[in-house]
Nanobody, 116 residues
Framework: QLQLVESGGGLVQFGGSLRLSCAAS????????MSWYRQAPGKERELVAT????????NYADSVKGRFTISRDNAKNTVYLQMNSLKPEDTAVYLC?????????WGQGTQVTVSS
C-alpha cells in the first residue's frame, strides 16, 4: 500500500531546530524526486525544498536557504528536512511530496509551530 508518513513536527521556540522525516512505502522510492511543501493558515502551499532520486541535487526556497537541509536515505525509503534557526514565519503544516513523471503522491502533513 502506497504511503507517505511524515513525523517530527512539534512546538519549538524561535531559533530552535526540528528534523522532519517522511517514510515512504508502496513504490520504488529511489526513482522519485522528493519535496517538502508547507502551508500556513490563509496562505498558499509553498515549495520548501526538493531533492532528486540520487540525492545529488537539491533546491530550496529563498526563505529557507542556509537554514534548512533536505536529505534522503534510499536504503530506508525516507526523506528528511533538517530545520535550523526556526522563525515564527516557518509555522505551517509541512507536507511530503513524491513525484516520478506523472506519478505524484502527497503525505498527510505534520504541524510545525515556532513560538516567538
Amino acid at each position: 500500500q502506497l504511503q507517505l508518513v511524515e513525523s517530527g513536527g512539534g512546538l519549538v521556540q524561535f531559533g530552535g531546530s526540528l528534523r522532519l522525516s517522511c517514510a515512504a512505502s508502496g513504490f520504488t522510492f529511489s526513482y522519485y524526486g522528493m519535496s517538502w511543501y508547507r502551508q500556513a493558515p490563509g496562505k498558499e502551499r509553498e515549495l520548501v525544498a526538493t531533492i532528486v532520486g540520487t540525492g545529488r541535487t537539491t533546491n530550496y526556497a529563498d526563505s529557507v536557504k542556509g537554514r534548512f537541509t533536505i536529505s534522503r536515505d534510499n536504503a530506508k525509503n525516507t526523506v528528511y528536512l533538517q530545520m535550523n534557526s526556526l522563525k515564527p514565519e516557518d509555522t505551517a503544516v509541512y507536507l511530503c511530496y513524491a513525484r516520478w513523471g506523472v506519478n505524484v503522491y502527497w503525505g498527510q502533513g505534520t504541524q510545525v509551530t515556532v513560538s516567538s
